[in-house]
């Protein structure tokens, strides 16, 4: 589902000089630019002279902008408040399209609109009136707002309409009659921003903006998303990350999924105002439910076995995700040394049974992380290579789940968040350094655990996949071993980026379906005359 935001969405600051200010598009590096036959104009942004703080394409997105809204903001130096920017922008939005002046600056901004997809006869997003219609209905939570953050938006609420009278906007529509909002009815709009606000993120999922998207905001959160919102431009995409059934609620995640659950509540319950009784919550909360219940019959830890016994599906996740510290004393203290010997041990799984279609892998009888990443990848890959469906995927996936409760695991476990955190930077510092092995082995540990907490379509997913097919390609020392396995991972990375980038064309999300390709054609000559059979695409 494609919708459109009620205003420009606000760049952070730091994020000004990157992309055009009407329609978002990255600016090339001037070194880069240089090497291309493009014009000037195409490659390199052009910064307002009067305030030399917006930047945009070209004149065309300069007039664009101006007529639309630079001009109210040009000389005002309030605007580096998020909230303070947002609200004003916001109001004038909202102004210009009662009294019908507004200028629709979202179709010219489409990446390319001749190759948009659209659904027979539908328009490419909702019209704007439906937007500002939507943004009315939406939760604002203020009855329940702590009295400082309404405090807070007061001021900002007072200062946004005194700069609006200040500058003289028209408020011409018959709502307004010439007056700017109330400053209650501003700060109304300011708690709506609070629990329906996104921040807009590149394909490569780097956050570079905020902006209110009523419609998007309308599906309400799980911790087990069947949906994931993604932006192209300005405009921001819902997309199915599964197969969903009619009368199914659609819902994504405004947390990360890989977060432990008693952070996931906090944070919903302090942004969002509610108690979270998605199906992973409910599993998880059944659960302990129950274990209260035996422990007063039964002896505290023969009440445990039996209450982890009975476990099932997401209800083991969060008891796997939680717990140890890292370190060679479980303190959360370690060093690139101790990392190293970590990860070493973890061998790379052979490429020709990640395409194996079949009964899953025998679980080892103890977990290290060289046994979970190896154990993971091969009963999960080779699943999503074969497009099995969600109800397929999801057994094997509980399956995995219940194998790794069972059975005995090394100390401290591979698959907690702190090992999590220390497994990427560690990652991050290997790519930096380009010691590709250690950061392949490294790469396919962090996969095994995203694929035990993600939704298997998920883009964190994708992305990290085609770094690690990269790194892994890097590798030349391992030789053809690691070249088949980059493959393997670049096609189930072509498959995870299909559903969560999507294909299309003029866009950087479809671009980079196309730049994996591209990927392994490279590959696919490197492994000459016997390439593997071809990952299903
Ligand atoms: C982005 S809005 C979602 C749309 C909202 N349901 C509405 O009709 O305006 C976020 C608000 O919806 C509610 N919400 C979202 N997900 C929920 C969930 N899983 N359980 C209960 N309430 C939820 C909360 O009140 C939250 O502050």
């Known amino acids: 589902m494609r919708s ?127 937007t500002a219609y939507v943004f009315s209905t939406l939760m604002g939570h203020s009855t329940v707002s702590d009295p400082g953050t309404l405090a807070k938006y007061e001021e900002i609420a007072t200062r946004v309409r005194e700069q609006l009278i200040q500058i003289k906007f028209p408020f011409k529509s018959s709502v307004s009659q010439g007056e700017p909002p109330s400053v209650q009815e501003l700060i109304q709009y300011l708690c709506r921003f609070h629990c329906n606000n996104f921040s807009i993120h590149d394909a490569q999922l780097f956050t570079m903006a905020e902006g209110t998207f009523p419609v998007g905001a309308l599906f309400n959160h799980s911790c087990r998303p069947n949906a994931i919102v993604m932006y192209e431009g300005q405009i921001q995409i819902v997309r199915a990350l599964e197969d969903i059934e ?12 890989g977060v432990q659950r008693q952070e996931r509540r906090l944070l919903l319950k302090e942004k969002y105002y509610f108690d979270c009784h998605c199906p992973r919550c409910e599993e998880e909360e059944e659960g302990e439910g129950d274990e209260k219940e035996e422990s007063k019959d039964m002896v505290e830890s023969e009440s445990k076995k039996t209450a982890d016994q009975r476990k099932t599906g997401f209800r083991i996740l969060d008891d796997l995700i939680e717990g140890d510290q890292d370190g060679p004393n479980g303190d959360g203290k370690v060093d690139g040394e101790w990392l190293t010997k970590q990860f070493e041990a973890i061998i790379l799984p052979g490429a020709k049974s990640l395409q194996m279609v079949g009964p899953p892998l025998k679980a080892p009888k103890i977990f290290t992380r060289a046994s979970f990443t190896s154990y993971i990848l091969h009963s999960l890959v080779p699943l999503i290579q074969s497009g099995a469906t969600e109800a397929e995927y999801r057994a094997r996936l509980f399956d995995v789940y219940g194998k790794l409760q069972s059975t ?19 990652f991050n510092t290997c790519l930096e350094h380009q010691s590709w092995r250690l950061a392949s082995k490294i790469g396919c540990f962090i996969l095994a655990q995203y694929l035990m907490i993600y939704p298997r379509h998920h883009p964190l997913v994708g992305l990290h996949g085609f770094t690690l097919a990269k790194s892994l390609w890097n590798d030349v020392e391992a030789g053809m071993t690691s070249v088949r396995l980059s493959y393997e991972i670049l096609g189930l990375t072509r498959r995870i980026l299909k559903v969560s980038h999507g294909i299309q064309r003029g866009d950087e999300n479809g671009d980079l379906v196309r730049e994996v390709e591209a990927f392994m054609k490279t590959v696919e000559t490197e492994l000459g005359s016997s390439p593997l059979p071809s990952p299903s695409a």
């Open 408 to 426: 005995e695991h090394c100390q401290p476990k591979p698959f907690t968040t702190t090992v999590m955190t220390h497994a990427t930077s560690f």
């Open 4 to 130: 459109r935001p009620l205003c420009n969405p606000v760049l952070f600051p730091t994020h000004r000089s990157q992309h055009c200010e009407t329609c978002f598009k990255t600016r090339i590096p001037a070194s880069a630019a240089a090497a291309t036959t493009t014009s000037k104009s195409a490659r390199e942004l052009e910064r307002c002279s009067v305030c030399k703080k917006r930047y945009y394409c070209d004149r065309t997105c300069f007039t664009v902008a101006w007529k639309g809204w630079h001009r109210w903001i040009c000389a005002d130096k309030d605007m580096e408040d998020l909230d303070y920017e947002m609200l004003k922008m916001i109001v004038m939005s909202i102004e210009r399209l009662r009294n019908g002046s507004f200028r629709d600056t979202i179709s010219s901004a489409a990446p390319d609109a001749s190759t948009t997809a659209t659904t027979a006869g539908m328009p490419l997003q909702e019209p704007l009136e439906l």
């Open 246 to 257: 009619v009368g199914q609620e659609v819902c994504s995640s405004y947390v990360d999924n």
